[in-house]
């Protein structure tokens, strides 16, 4: 395996790549929708009752489920339009009976299946890969967020934590309800060729009364979540755009104070130390072009970021956070580069993070947008010493373009993590994707690492990563997914994630879906078999095979479950660490078999819930968890969620078992569309605590925001340790005020 180019790997992924060359087909282009442009003036008040909108053709709604293509049945009235600095959507929302209005929540970014919903899709760049969505309730909250990669999986393609200026505006009335969006050109990034710009859109209705959305186009219900699918939006034409350059300055000062509780010299006693936290800074952002923006930050401060949730880790792969710092989700498609189930060339939690702890970023900039042809990503961020991690400089640089048809693309990334030491890590990676027919997809990924202490040597596959993936992207009829994977025994990304280290993989998803006709309650099914076999490169032990049977269905009333049987056999090597330390399993050959479900109820009542079991033999012993996740809605503006964590593991054979319970509770208060407090509080019986964090916001207008936050932990079993524990493992208070301006 020392030679790249004589390697089977890479045989295998030239003959693939040359497939794909001989077969990718043009894109038929589809005539595109000519946007009204009005001179009159538009009252933005939520009733689109102006002169301004008489004129302004309607569009035509269809159902997309529970039955596709027929009339929905709520009239919706949507208009499009646009002057000179902002692109409206308008719509007029009636129902037969206004009792199944459902106004639930009033937070900003909030959603849930128990609220009606009117949103838009926009594709900026007509890319068909890459999409910002608007959403509103009848209560007026705004929801914003992103897709990319062409909304793939849903699990990891949509980011709900990305944020830009807009406004929107809804009105009750006796027969339902209306809604005006105002979008400023200036938040948009698009291209403009001969006075002409290209969009691509999808306008949504959701009633959760009856499970109910329609869409404008048309879109079948083939693919999962099928509308926020970038490739199957409906075409948009504007004439005379003009570039936008503003810029914004948002400046913030935090303060607060952190209180940790220290082991004394002695080793007898614990003894609270205070310090007191004060913090300017300042976020920038500049439109060079039209859709080309720099963005820069000062003393980068995220106090107001949610906690991440306790979790504990009963596998052998590392456990993956998602990020949730705004300055890094902005644009995160830019700077995917996926080797598939959460490893990436880019992780951006390895920046201003250092084993759990913040470390301070000075600052940084990033570059995103597109350039000609050139999809464009540049980052670059300076950090802080923090204990023994030194002072360190992260760099990505990001470039793609679409080839062949308008879902094909190639690419490259390089990464580099320098420290003040002189350590250094450095990472390139190239990659394609190409839609070779119909729903046919190939994706090819490439990537070396180099670093200090290590032979770094091109056209060797130790300090490599390989990823083959040919699918078929339609959840009706037959389908697959086979996946090619390999990481090298070196290959280590200074900035990326991998949940495991050293291994080839195969894996393959066969699947039928099937839409019953007549009058089944039953909407979808979906049979699929997953089979998966894992060798370490290191040593070439085979550690991991697993065969997965699955029924997946959704139903017409808007629930939804699957019901799974599990079979795995796993060699471990080495000793195999489980929970907190709380029990092992020892070198050897094992084989087991588990039963697992879920079900999810449906949302157009104010009492829903989420709840996954899985049961079965686990190594020489068996293990049941369980996950709970009630949501109850009161009123407009109460949400009161609790989510339960049950891991139990017992190994009879040696007397070993050991019980895992994380309880938490989330609630959301909001008064208007721009108060809101959020509590989310879990324990952790793995680690005998309370994990609480408190925020309070107000939220005047986009960018102007006032946050107090309050963090704390509290230690359960303060005897666990010979020297008492204190009841407090530390708490934080922290006030941030942000104000924008726009220049």
């Not at 995103?368 to 760099?395: C, H, M, S, Y």
């Amino acid at each position: 395996m020392s030679n790249f180019l004589t390697s089977r790997p890479f045989r295998f992924m030239a003959i693939v790549l040359v497939i794909a060359l001989l077969f990718s087909t043009i894109s038929l282009a589809q005539e595109p929708l000519i946007v009204s442009k009005i001179s009159g003036t538009i009252n933005f008040d939520g009733v689109p009752d102006e002169e301004a909108w008489q004129s302004v053709p309607p569009l035509k709604m269809v159902m997309h489920m529970p039955v596709f293509g027929i009339e929905p049945t709520e009239i919706s009235v949507m208009k499009l339009a646009y002057d000179d600095q902002y692109f409206y959507v308008s719509g007029i929302l009636n129902y037969k009976d206004p009792e199944n209005i459902r106004a639930v929540g009033k937070k900003r970014d909030y959603a849930t299946p128990s609220c009606d919903w009117l949103g838009i899709l926009l594709d900026t760049y007509y890319d068909r890969q890459n999409a910002v969505s608007f959403w509103t309730n009848p209560n007026g909250l705004r929801t914003d967020g992103a897709v990319k990669n062409d909304g793939v999986d849903p699990n990891s393609d949509m980011n709900f934590s990305w944020n830009t200026f807009w406004d929107v505006k809804t009105s009750l009335n006796k027969e339902g309800w209306s809604a005006e969006f105002r979008i400023p050109f200036s938040s948009l990034r698009f291209q403009l060729r001969e006075d002409k710009t290209l969009m691509g859109i999808s306008i949504v209705r959701y009633c959760a009364a009856t499970s109910e959305w329609s869409t404008f186009p048309a879109i079948s219900p083939d693919f999962q979540w099928a509308f926020w699918k970038p490739s199957l939006l409906a075409v948009i034409e504007f004439s005379g755009l003009k570039q936008k350059k503003p810029v914004y300055f948002a400046p913030y000062i935090s303060s607060g104070m952190e209180q940790v509780n220290e082991l004394n010299e002695s080793g007898t006693a614990y003894k609270m130390k205070s310090t007191p936290k004060f913090a300017v800074g300042f976020d920038a952002k500049y439109s060079l072009t039209s859709n080309l923006t720099l963005d820069l930050t000062v003393n980068t401060d995220f106090a107001q970021v949610e906690a991440d949730d306790q979790k504990i880790n009963l596998t052998r792969f590392s456990l993956f956070f998602p990020e949730k710092r705004i300055f890094f989700l902005e644009k995160d498609d830019v700077f995917d580069f996926s080797f598939l189930g959460g490893n990436n060339l880019f992780y951006s939690r390895r920046i201003g993070i250092f084993d759990g702890n913040p470390v301070k970023i000075y600052g940084g900039l990033r570059l995103t947008g597109r350039i000609d042809k050139w999809d464009v990503g540049i980052l670059d961020i300076q950090t802080a010493r923090f204990e023994n991690n030194p002072g360190e400089n992260f760099g990505v640089v990001r470039l793609k373009r679409k080839v062949f048809n308008p879902n094909s693309y190639v690419g490259g990334m390089f990464t580099s993590r320098l420290g003040t030491n002189g350590a250094y890590n450095l990472a390139y990676g190239v990659d394609g994707q190409f839609r070779v027919a119909g729903d046919e997809y190939l994706t090819l990924r490439w990537a070396q690492t180099f670093e200090n202490e290590t032979q770094n040597r091109f056209f060797n596959m130790s300090p490599s990563r390989l990823l083959i993936n040919w699918e078929h992207r339609n959840q009706k009829g037959f389908g697959y997914d086979f996946v090619y994977s390999w990481s090298g025994n070196q290959f280590n990304p200074g900035i990326g994630f991998e949940i495991k280290d050293n291994y080839q993989l195969v894996r393959s998803i066969l699947q039928h879906g099937w839409f019953p006709e007549g009058k089944s309650f039953i909407r979808y099914h979906k049979l699929s078999l997953t089979a998966y076999s894992l060798w370490n490169t290191l040593n070439d032990l085979h550690e991991t095979t697993s065969g997965i049977l699955k029924w997946n269905f959704e139903a017409k009333k808007g629930f939804s479950g699957n019901i799974a049987a599990n079979w795995f056999v796993e060699n471990l090597a080495d000793t195999l660490s489980l929970g907190n330390d709380q029990a092992s399993v020892l070198p050897g050959r094992y084989s087991f078999s588990s039963v697992s479900s879920g079900f999810i109820t449906s949302g157009a009542h104010a009492l829903y819930a989420e709840l996954i079991a899985d049961a079965g033999k686990f190594y020489d012993g068996w293990k049941l968890s369980f996950y709970a996740n009630p949501m109850l809605n009161i009123g407009s503006g109460f949400n009161l969620g609790l989510t339960y964590y049950l891991d139990y593991v017992s190994f009879p054979s040696r007397t070993v078992n050991f019980t895992n319970h994380i309880p938490g509770m989330k609630c959301q208060l909001t008064l208007t569309t721009k108060t809101e407090f959020t509590s989310f509080i879990q324990y952790n019986t793995a680690v005998d605590k309370v994990f609480a964090n408190f925020r309070f916001r107000y939220n005047p207008r986009e960018g102007n925001d006032l946050y107090l936050v309050y963090d704390e932990g509290l230690n359960t079993n303060i005897a666990r340790e010979v020297s008492a524990l204190p009841r407090s493992a530390g708490r934080t208070i922290l006030l941030k005020y942000t104000y924008t301006f726009r220049l």
